[in-house]
C-alpha cells in the first residue's frame, strides 16, 4: 500500500491528539557529556545553558566517569567496534563471558546471561521458562517492559495490588493447582521510589512454592549495604530466583541488561530467549568499560555511601522548604504537586533557574498525581544541592505551595 494523502491525514489525526491532550514528549538535547552539570539546548535552537542534571539515572556517576571512559577507549582498541553477530554465532568474546560472572559475584547468584538491554531481558525470560501450565502473578505496577514480556508468553497472567502482601497471599492460593507460580515485582518502582516488601514476598514464594522475579534496574549497584539491590536491602539475598536488571542506569549508564539467577533458568535463556538468539551481541566497548564497574563498585562502597548522603540530605532540604515529597528510601524523590499543568510549569520555570527537572504526569503517573521526579547521583556535590534547593524555594514561593499539603495544593490547583 502506498503512504497516501489519507494515510498520512490519519497519522497527523493522531499527533493532532497526542498534542491536544497535553502529551505530546519533546527531546532536549545536551550538547555535553551525562554528569551532574550539563549543558543543554532547549527550546530546540535556544541558546546553551548550563545546568544541574538531577533527573538522570546517573545513580553513581558513573556515566562519564574518568576510569570507565579509559576501559571504553582500551576495549574499543583490543577488541574492536562491533560483534556483527548474536552471541550463539560468533558473538561472544571472553570479556561477555567475564562480565557475566562478575555481575553473577555481585548480584550473588547462580549464573548470569547478557542482554541488549533489560527491556529485551525482560522480554525473553518469561517464554524460555514458562508455559500454559503457570501463572505470572505480577504487581500491578511493574515496569511496561516485563508487562511485555508478560504478554509475550503463554502462562496465565495474574496481578495483585501494588505492594499488598494479603492480596498477593491470595493470589498465590487461588493457584496452587498451576506447575508454576512466578511472583513479579519491581526492586525499585520508578515513579515512586518505593521498595517491596521482597522478605515477605520470599516467605509467601515458600509457603505457597512460588518462585520471585525482581527486576532491580533502578537499584542494582546502589540499594542495600554494599549496594547489591534490594534482595540485600531486604535480607534476601540469594532467595529471589530470578533478578533482571540493566547496565543502563547506574552501572555505567550505557546500554545492556541481563537475566540473573537459578543456573537452570540462565541457561533456558540461552537456549531459547528470543531477543538473545536474534539481537546483536552487545557491543565490546561496552562490555569492556561495565566489566571496570563492576570492579569499582565490587571495591568499594564510596560511591554508593556518598549517594545515600546525598538522598537524605535532599529529602530533608525539601521537606524543610515546605515541599510535599513522597516518603522513601531510594534515590528517587518525587516531589508531588497533582496538577499537570503545575507540574510542567514548575519544571519550566526551574529550568529556567538553572535545574534540569522533569514534569511526569497521566499517563505515566496516575491522574491528579502529578509531579516533579528528582533523582539523586554520586556526582552530585553538597553545593549543587544547596544551589538546587534555593532555585526550588524561588519557584515555590512564587507558585505559593510552599508549606501546602495535598489537599491544599489540590484546592488551589485542581488535580
Ligand atoms: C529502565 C528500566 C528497564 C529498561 O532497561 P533498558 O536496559 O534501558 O532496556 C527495565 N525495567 C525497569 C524496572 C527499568 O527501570
Not at 508478560?150 to 499488598?164: G, P, T, V, W, Y
Not at 528510601?329 to 514548575?346: F, H
Request: hydrophobic content about 40%; overall charge neutral; proline content about 3%.
Amino acid at each position: 500500500m502506498a503512504y497516501s494523502e489519507k494515510l498520512r491525514q490519519s497519522y497527523k489525526k493522531d499527533l493532532d491528539e497526542i498534542r491536544a491532550a497535553g502529551l505530546f514528549k519533546e527531546e532536549r538535547f545536551i550538547r555535553s557529556p551525562q554528569a551532574a552539570n550539563i549543558r543543554v539546548e532547549y527550546p530546540a535552537g535556544a541558546p546553551e545553558q548550563e545546568v544541574i542534571n538531577l533527573c538522570a539515572n546517573n545513580y553513581l556517576g558513573l556515566s562519564s566517569h574518568p576510569e570507565v571512559v579509559k576501559a571504553a577507549h582500551e576495549g574499543l582498541e583490543a577488541r574492536g567496534y562491533g560483534m556483527s553477530s548474536v552471541r550463539f554465532i560468533c558473538g561472544t568474546q571472553d570479556i561477555h563471558r567475564e562480565l557475566e560472572r562478575k555481575l553473577t559475584k555481585f548480584l550473588g547468584t547462580e549464573d548470569t546471561i547478557l542482554f541488549p538491554s533489560c527491556m529485551d531481558a525482560n522480554a525473553g525470560v518469561f517464554e524460555a521458562i514458562l508455559n500454559d501450565q503457570d501463572v505470572i502473578i505480577a504487581d500491578r505496577l511493574v515496569h511496561a517492559s516485563l508487562v511485555d514480556g508478560i504478554r509475550l508468553c503463554k502462562a496465565l497472567q495474574e496481578s495483585f495490588k501494588h505492594n499488598d502482601m494479603k492480596h498477593l497471599e491470595r493470589k498465590l492460593e487461588e493457584f496452587q493447582d498451576k506447575r508454576i507460580r512466578l511472583i513479579v515485582t519491581d526492586g525499585v518502582f520508578s515513579m515512586d521510589g518505593d521498595v517491596p516488601r521482597l522478605d515477605t514476598m520470599c516467605e509467601l514464594a515458600e509457603k505457597y512454592d512460588a518462585m520471585v522475579l525482581v527486576d532491580d534496574s533502578h537499584a542494582s549497584g546502589f540499594m542495600g549495604r554494599t549496594g547489591r539491590g534490594t534482595h540485600e536491602m531486604r535480607g534476601v539475598l540469594g532467595k529471589v530466583d530470578i533478578i533482571t536488571t540493566t547496565l543502563g542506569k547506574g552501572l555505567g549508564g550505557a546500554s545492556g541488561g541481563c537475566v540473573s539467577g537459578r543456573a537452570e533458568i540462565v541457561e533456558l535463556c540461552r537456549q531459547r530467549a528470543r531477543p538473545y538468539l536474534f539481537s546483536n551481541a552487545i557491543p565490546p566497548v561496552v562490555v569492556a568499560a561495565a566489566n571496570k564497574v563492576l570492579d569499582l563498585i565490587s571495591a568499594s562502597t564510596e560511591r554508593r555511601d556518598k549517594l545515600e548522603w546525598n538522598t537524605t540530605y535532599w529529602r530533608k532540604l525539601l521537606t524543610e522548604a515546605g515541599f510535599d515529597i513522597k516518603e522513601g528510601e531510594s534515590p528517587i524523590v518525587p516531589v508531588m504537586l497533582y496538577n499537570a499543568k503545575l507540574a510542567q510549569d514548575v519544571a519550566r520555570d526551574l529550568y529556567q533557574e538553572g535545574i534540569y527537572v522533569v514534569g511526569f504526569f497521566f499517563p505515566v503517573v496516575p491522574k491528579g498525581a502529578a509531579r516533579i521526579r528528582t533523582q539523586l547521583s554520586a556526582s552530585h556535590d553538597k553545593a549543587h544541592l544547596d544551589k538546587a534547593i534555593a532555585a526550588f524555594k524561588k519557584v515555590g514561593e512564587k507558585y505559593g505551595i510552599l508549606g501546602l499539603k495535598k489537599d491544599q495544593i489540590i484546592a488551589k490547583y485542581g488535580s
